[in-house]
């Protein structure tokens, strides 16, 4: 490399193009030239033209695109990450969550706690389970290593509250009882994909 | 073993190894790694999991339990040797539970580590699973037979490193292999896959529950979540843990740990305790360093008004009194409040072992004891005297254990209190249950055995001839006898007489000689000799620990002389232990007075003024896991403990602040410690922790044992002052050591005066102690592995001072009576 090359220290303006805008007039008389060019040539009408014909079709033609939320809400894509949901099992009602805590360490703003212990059962409960959605940037992985699709993001986006803590309950988040019968899987990151019975190898058993 | 160095080349690497080496322990050693399950580096081979196969010299050798030899080409992976480790491991995943996020070793979990490494994505075999379950062995051990993998390291452990024996493989009751396998799979797997398919880990006493010393070093070294510590269950992932080295402040071992914190919950933020981890591979832990770790002091605050009052009773004291839970630095705190205000140190544990020290440097010309303890396990002749070695030192009884099991030891125990444990370490041990006092006879008869009489001085060769004489026994010896008989011939009918040579017991009276020293302290001496000699076999090096016992003794200067000499006439490494967690470092930085003077502080200790760890003082300062600082421990080396949890409020360094002698922080102390006594001028930042990987220990430093000078060494003629009555021995419950252990809601050992079965059905339930200054009312409760009368009462409550009801002596004569 040539010593010129390096001395040039103009880095990063060599290839730009300048665009062909005209020129902002600079003197008195041609500011007013401007200014009376555009109020005659009524430029504002040709603008309120569309507003105008979108106005007599929507009050009178019936042709309405406003969408009257919070009363009407459109529909969102069902891969939308938004408040989570714990899932149950649909068998027993139990939830899903086995404790393992890889969204906890998964979790790149550290939002997600757990308290875990051994219960009655000899089985390892969920004892304390919180989010912090103040800090959730809702990326979605701890949907995807949960390795029991327990916990996933569900459609509800509103999250305005007096508390950051609400909605952060384990019991919020989980399906309710009553609701079991409409629990839906959830198609986004982490769910088998429709090819997934075919990549699976099976392990062999003697039964 | 002999230390010439050999050559051999792993991988294209060469490495130098001593000879006799496990090819497995020099690959480790020079950072080339083999898989490695059931290996233990400081433990027999097991060979239960077959996966360290390597090729040496073209030929196929499990490199646990293969030697090296120089000019070995060793190769570590070929195309065959892959394939069987990942059918090995592929029969290792054959049944265990694919919910591995429910498992706490999920994360460190080896299965999982080599099931990735060697790449198993696929299973080929299967067999039906068999019904196993869930138990508590212990109140801290939980056994999940569902996730054990056979691999026989708990049970490895167990046995050559604790010495308990406490579990063993039992039947699984699983279904027989097909033998069409036999020819299909690889012959290692199949192997292995025949052995677990028979085998679970079972408490080797027959019932439910382990009769053990609750270690849980088992815990430790089980590579699944399958021996898992009760109080762990479940509560928190490995990689949520902090990961904290320090080392343990219970025992003078100074054991290497790793605290693991976090926060205690959700609604509780502040950092807790969750575990000890030991490296298990060069340091084993014993019960109250793993589960006595909830001591620390959370009811400090800063509290101004406290700190004044402390500084005004120090300032008036004529006492300090202290015991040696404390760090180096916190001892050269004291001290130098003695140096400045004049004020008295009063350390009960650590005074008479202080004293013992100054006698034995003075007879050996050196300050501290020859050798460490971790020279020692190359030894294979380990002698103990003066040290209860169940309760005073876990590092030391398991030293003991480990020279019977890994070097084909032989040993010598002598203690008044039978332990019917001690014998079950090896084949070859001779127990000695002397009388308390006659500690003299037992060190006068280890140099009659061992000692070059040529550097003995005549008067003790005198005392040595004296206890000789010639006596008769009885032998039964075998002789073949030649006896006639008549035969009569079936066919012919003919009687005929017949010579036969039969053999015949016969009872000799053999001249032989009899030393009365092994009479005094409790073994047949018609038997000694022979015992001894068959002992002595192959026998190369030779070790001798010596225990609090002696320090606590009447005759202590006599002792430590007698030490010294065997220092000097024969070839033990000889080492002591210091009674209390940092009694040496104490020893050394300290010094010490006699009695009481003026108004008392107590440092961790009743007074008149308590500053105390505990919480319960009138001035809190932290415990030994919210401070950093650092420990002296019986291997002479000087180790740093870090803080693992916080602590809010004042410590020693903010006292002597204000009284204007302190420093920045506590540990600017570290390299004020003095060098006179073998301290070095190291910064505590400066101070490493941890092991390397060829086994050496790389923490902090070794004291310099520096000379001193030497007055000779003196043999008093040795009285009978045995002790007579009803005895009580000052001595710990296993995993008790002070007020911090008792703290530790893991550690379950009472205070109460232990005694063997047949003494405590005679005793009753609770009973009334009284010594000569006081008395003590306790409850009575049974060691089943104490055997005769003597009764031990613990020390590690410092509000019943124990030390003042037994003076300067560990044994007592008490009466007691039932309550």
């Given at each position: 490399?040539?010593?010129d090359?390096?001395?040039n220290?103009?880095v990063g303006v060599?290839?730009?193009?300048m665009?062909?805008l005209?020129h902002?007039p600079?003197?008195?008389?041609g500011?007013?030239?401007?200014?009376l060019?555009?109020?005659v040539?009524l430029?504002?009408?040709?603008?309120?033209?569309v507003t105008i014909?979108e106005?007599f079709k929507?009050?009178?033609?019936?042709?309405?695109?406003?969408?009257k939320?919070?009363f009407?809400k459109l529909p969102?894509?069902?891969r939308?990450?938004a408040?989570h949901?714990?899932?149950?099992?649909?068998e027993?009602g139990?939830y899903r969550?086995i404790g393992?805590?890889l969204?906890?360490?998964i979790?790149?703003?550290?939002c997600?706690?757990?308290?875990?212990r051994y219960?009655?059962e000899?089985r390892k409960e969920?004892?304390?389970y919180?989010?912090n959605?103040?800090?959730c940037?809702?990326?979605?992985?701890?949907?995807?290593?949960?390795?029991?699709?327990?916990?996933?993001?569900?459609g509800r986006?509103?999250?305005?509250s007096?508390q950051?803590?609400?909605?952060?309950n384990?019991?919020?988040?989980l399906?309710?009882?009553d609701e079991l019968m409409?629990?839906?899987?959830?198609p986004?990151?982490?769910?088998p994909?429709?090819?997934?019975?075919k990549?699976i190898?099976?392990?062999p058993?003697?039964? | 073993?002999?230390d010439?160095?050999?050559?051999v080349?792993?991988?294209g690497?060469?490495?130098?190894?001593?000879e006799?080496e496990?090819?497995?322990n020099?690959a480790r050693?020079n950072?080339?790694?083999i898989p490695a399950?059931?290996?233990?580096t400081?433990c027999s081979?097991?060979l239960?999991?077959r996966?360290c196969?390597?090729?040496?010299?073209?030929?196929?050798?499990y490199?646990?339990?293969?030697?090296?030899?120089?000019?070995?080409?060793?190769?570590?992976q070929?195309?065959?040797?892959?394939e069987?480790?990942?059918?090995?491991m592929?029969?290792?995943?054959v049944?265990?539970?694919l919910q591995?996020?429910?498992c706490d070793q999920h994360?460190?979990?080896?299965?999982q580590?080599?099931?990735l490494e060697l790449?198993v994505?696929?299973q080929?075999?299967a067999?039906?699973?068999?019904k196993r379950?869930?138990?508590?062995w212990s109140?801290v051990?939980?056994?999940?037979?569902?996730?054990c993998?056979?691999?026989e390291?708990?049970?490895?452990?167990c046995?050559?490193?604790?010495?308990d024996a406490?579990?063993?493989t039992?039947p699984?009751?699983?279904?027989?292999?097909?033998k069409?396998?036999?020819?299909s799979?690889p012959k290692?797997?199949?192997a292995m896959?025949?052995?677990?398919?028979?085998s679970v880990i079972v408490?080797?006493?027959?019932t439910?529950h382990t009769?053990?010393s609750?270690?849980?070093e088992?815990?430790?070294v089980?590579?699944?979540g399958?021996?898992?510590?009760?109080?762990?269950i479940y509560k928190?992932?490995?990689?949520d843990l902090r990961?904290?080295?320090s080392?343990?402040?219970?025992?003078s071992s100074?054991?290497?740990i790793?605290?693991?914190t976090r926060?205690?919950?959700?609604d509780?933020?502040?950092?807790?305790?969750?575990?000890?981890?030991?490296?298990?591979?060069?340091?084993?832990?014993?019960?109250a360093?793993?589960f006595?770790?909830?001591?620390?002091?959370?009811?400090a605050k800063k509290?101004?008004e406290?700190l004044a009052?402390a500084?005004?009773?120090?300032?008036?004291?004529g006492?300090i009194?202290?015991n040696s839970?404390?760090?180096?630095?916190?001892a050269?705190?004291l001290q130098?409040?003695?140096e400045?205000f004049g004020?008295?140190l009063?350390?009960?544990?650590?005074k008479?072992?202080?004293?013992?020290l100054s006698h034995?440097?003075?007879?050996?010309g050196?300050?501290?004891?020859?050798?460490?303890?971790?020279?020692m396990?190359?030894?294979d002749?380990?002698?103990s005297?003066?040290?209860k070695?169940r309760?005073d030192?876990?590092?030391a009884?398991?030293?003991?254990?480990n020279?019977?099991?890994?070097?084909?030891g032989?040993?010598?125990?002598?203690?008044?209190?039978?332990?019917?444990?001690?014998p079950t370490?090896?084949?070859?041990?001779?127990t000695?249950e002397h009388?308390?006092?006659?500690?003299?006879?037992?060190?006068?008869?280890?140099?009659?055995?061992?000692?070059?009489k040529d550097k003995?001085?005549d008067?003790?060769?005198?005392?040595?001839?004296?206890?000789k004489?010639?006596?008769?026994?009885?032998v039964t010896?075998k002789?073949m006898e030649?006896?006639?008989?008549?035969?009569?011939?079936?066919e012919t009918?003919?009687?005929k007489?017949?010579?036969?040579?039969v053999p015949k017991?016969?009872k000799k009276?053999?001249?032989?000689e009899?030393n009365s020293l092994v009479?005094k302290?409790?073994?047949?001496?018609?038997?000694?000799e022979d015992d001894?000699?068959?002992m002595?076999k192959?026998?190369e090096s030779f070790?001798l620990?010596v225990g609090e016992?002696?320090y606590?003794?009447p005759?202590s200067k006599n002792l430590?002389?007698l030490i010294?000499?065997i220092?000097?006439s024969t070839e033990?490494k000889?080492?002591f232990?210091?009674?209390k967690s940092?009694a040496l470092g104490?020893?050394?930085?300290?010094?010490?007075?006699?009695t009481c003077?003026?108004s008392?502080?107590?440092y961790?200790?009743?007074a008149d003024f308590t500053?105390s760890a505990?919480?319960n003082?009138d001035?809190d300062?932290?415990?030994?896991n919210?401070q950093e600082?650092?420990?002296t421990?019986?291997n002479?080396r000087?180790?740093?403990?870090?803080a693992a949890l916080d602590?809010n409020?004042?410590?020693?360094n903010?006292i002597?602040n204000?009284?204007?002698l302190g420093?920045?922080l506590t540990i600017?102390?570290?390299?004020?410690?003095?060098?006179?006594?073998?301290?070095?001028?190291?910064?505590f930042?400066?101070l490493p922790?941890?092991f390397?990987?060829?086994?050496t220990e790389n923490r902090?430093y070794?004291?310099?044992?520096l000379s001193v000078e030497?007055?000779?060494i003196?043999?008093?003629?040795?009285?009978?002052?045995?002790l007579?009555g009803?005895?009580?021995?000052?001595?710990?419950?296993?995993?008790?050591f002070n007020?911090f252990?008792?703290?530790a809601?893991q550690?379950?050992e009472?205070f109460a005066?232990?005694?063997?079965?047949?003494?405590a059905?005679?005793l009753?339930?609770f009973?009334?102690v009284e010594?000569?200054n006081?008395?003590?009312e306790?409850?009575?409760?049974?060691d089943e592995r104490i055997?005769?009368?003597?009764?031990?009462i613990?020390?590690?409550?410092?509000?019943?001072?124990?030390?003042g009801?037994f003076?300067k002596d560990r044994?007592a004569?008490?009466t007691?009576?039932?309550?």
């Amino acid at each position: 490399m040539s010593l010129d090359k390096l001395k040039n220290r103009n880095v990063g303006v060599q290839n730009y193009k300048m665009l062909d805008l005209g020129h902002t007039p600079e003197s008195g008389w041609g500011k007013f030239k401007q200014v009376l060019k555009r109020s005659v040539k009524l430029e504002l009408f040709v603008g309120l033209k569309v507003t105008i014909r979108e106005m007599f079709k929507a009050l009178f033609m019936g042709e309405m695109h406003t969408v009257k939320y919070p009363f009407e809400k459109l529909p969102i894509s069902p891969r939308y990450r938004a408040i989570h949901e714990m899932k149950r099992l649909l068998e027993s009602g139990h939830y899903r969550c086995i404790g393992c805590g890889l969204c906890e360490k998964i979790c790149i703003s550290n939002c997600i706690k757990m308290d875990t212990r051994y219960d009655e059962e000899q089985r390892k409960e969920v004892s304390d389970y919180t989010i912090n959605f103040g800090r959730c940037i809702f990326c979605g992985y701890c949907a995807e290593v949960c390795p029991e699709l327990a916990i996933v993001h569900g459609g509800r986006y509103e999250t305005a509250s007096e508390q950051r803590a609400s909605y952060s309950n384990f019991e919020d988040m989980l399906t309710p009882m009553d609701e079991l019968m409409n629990q839906k899987e959830y198609p986004g990151f982490g769910a088998p994909t429709p090819v997934a019975d075919k990549n699976i190898k099976k392990t062999p058993l003697a039964y | 073993m002999s230390d010439n160095l050999i050559t051999v080349t792993i991988d294209g690497i060469e490495c130098k190894a001593k000879e006799g080496e496990y090819i497995l322990n020099v690959a480790r050693a020079n950072d080339i790694f083999i898989p490695a399950i059931c290996y233990l580096t400081r433990c027999s081979p097991t060979l239960a999991c077959r996966i360290c196969l390597v090729e040496a010299d073209g030929k196929r050798v499990y490199s646990c339990n293969a030697k090296a030899k120089d000019g070995m080409e060793i190769v570590t992976q070929t195309e065959e040797i892959l394939e069987e480790r990942r059918a090995i491991m592929e029969v290792y995943d054959v049944n265990h539970p694919l919910q591995c996020g429910v498992c706490d070793q999920h994360g460190e979990c080896e299965l999982q580590n080599y099931t990735l490494e060697l790449k198993v994505d696929s299973q080929h075999y299967a067999i039906a699973d068999t019904k196993r379950g869930n138990v508590n062995w212990s109140s801290v051990l939980h056994y999940d037979a569902g996730l054990c993998i056979v691999c026989e390291r708990c049970v490895t452990v167990c046995k050559d490193m604790i010495g308990d024996a406490a579990i063993k493989t039992g039947p699984r009751g699983g279904d027989k292999l097909d033998k069409e396998l036999k020819d299909s799979m690889p012959k290692d797997a199949y192997a292995m896959w025949n052995k677990l398919q028979k085998s679970v880990i079972v408490p080797s006493n027959g019932t439910e529950h382990t009769n053990c010393s609750d270690c849980g070093e088992c815990t430790a070294v089980c590579p699944v979540g399958a021996l898992t510590e009760r109080d762990f269950i479940y509560k928190a992932n490995p990689w949520d843990l902090r990961e904290i080295p320090s080392a343990c402040a219970h025992c003078s071992s100074a054991c290497h740990i790793y605290y693991e914190t976090r926060a205690e919950s959700i609604d509780n933020p502040t950092e807790k305790i969750f575990r000890v981890k030991n490296e298990w591979n060069y340091q084993t832990l014993c019960g109250a360093g793993r589960f006595g770790y909830d001591y620390e002091n959370t009811t400090a605050k800063k509290d101004p008004e406290a700190l004044a009052k402390a500084v005004e009773a120090i300032k008036s004291a004529g006492t300090i009194k202290f015991n040696s839970t404390i760090t180096n630095e916190e001892a050269k705190m004291l001290q130098t409040l003695k140096e400045k205000f004049g004020v008295k140190l009063v350390n009960n544990e650590v005074k008479p072992f202080a004293d013992f020290l100054s006698h034995y440097s003075k007879a050996a010309g050196q300050m501290l004891y020859k050798d460490s303890f971790a020279d020692m396990s190359e030894c294979d002749f380990i002698v103990s005297v003066g040290a209860k070695l169940r309760n005073d030192n876990p590092a030391a009884r398991y030293l003991f254990n480990n020279i019977q099991k890994m070097n084909k030891g032989a040993g010598m125990y002598f203690h008044p209190v039978g332990d019917t444990l001690i014998p079950t370490f090896g084949k070859s041990i001779q127990t000695f249950e002397h009388k308390p006092g006659d500690e003299e006879s037992a060190l006068l008869l280890i140099l009659d055995l061992f000692a070059d009489k040529d550097k003995l001085p005549d008067d003790v060769k005198a005392k040595l001839d004296a206890s000789k004489e010639k006596r008769t026994k009885t032998v039964t010896e075998k002789v073949m006898e030649e006896v006639t008989e008549t035969v009569v011939d079936k066919e012919t009918g003919e009687e005929k007489e017949v010579t036969k040579k039969v053999p015949k017991n016969v009872k000799k009276e053999v001249e032989y000689e009899a030393n009365s020293l092994v009479e005094k302290l409790g073994a047949n001496p018609e038997t000694f000799e022979d015992d001894f000699a068959k002992m002595m076999k192959k026998k190369e090096s030779f070790a001798l620990v010596v225990g609090e016992d002696f320090y606590f003794h009447p005759k202590s200067k006599n002792l430590a002389n007698l030490i010294a000499l065997i220092e000097e006439s024969t070839e033990f490494k000889v080492a002591f232990i210091p009674p209390k967690s940092n009694a040496l470092g104490v020893a050394l930085i300290c010094d010490l007075d006699e009695t009481c003077e003026g108004s008392t502080v107590g440092y961790n200790e009743p007074a008149d003024f308590t500053i105390s760890a505990l919480g319960n003082g009138d001035f809190d300062i932290p415990a030994m896991n919210q401070q950093e600082g650092t420990t002296t421990n019986m291997n002479k080396r000087v180790v740093p403990l870090n803080a693992a949890l916080d602590y809010n409020g004042y410590e020693l360094n903010d006292i002597m602040n204000a009284l204007g002698l302190g420093k920045n922080l506590t540990i600017d102390w570290t390299e004020c410690l003095p060098t006179d006594k073998g301290f070095q001028l190291a910064k505590f930042d400066d101070l490493p922790n941890g092991f390397r990987n060829d086994k050496t220990e790389n923490r902090g430093y070794v004291l310099a044992n520096l000379s001193v000078e030497k007055s000779g060494i003196e043999i008093e003629d040795i009285e009978d002052n045995a002790l007579e009555g009803d005895i009580a021995y000052r001595c710990n419950p296993q995993r008790q050591f002070n007020d911090f252990t008792n703290k530790a809601h893991q550690i379950f050992e009472k205070f109460a005066l232990y005694a063997s079965k047949e003494r405590a059905e005679q005793l009753g339930d609770f009973v009334k102690v009284e010594f000569e200054n006081g008395g003590l009312e306790l409850p009575v409760e049974v060691d089943e592995r104490i055997t005769g009368d003597i009764v031990e009462i613990p020390d590690f409550k410092s509000e019943l001072d124990v030390y003042g009801l037994f003076g300067k002596d560990r044994y007592a004569k008490v009466t007691i009576t039932k309550v």
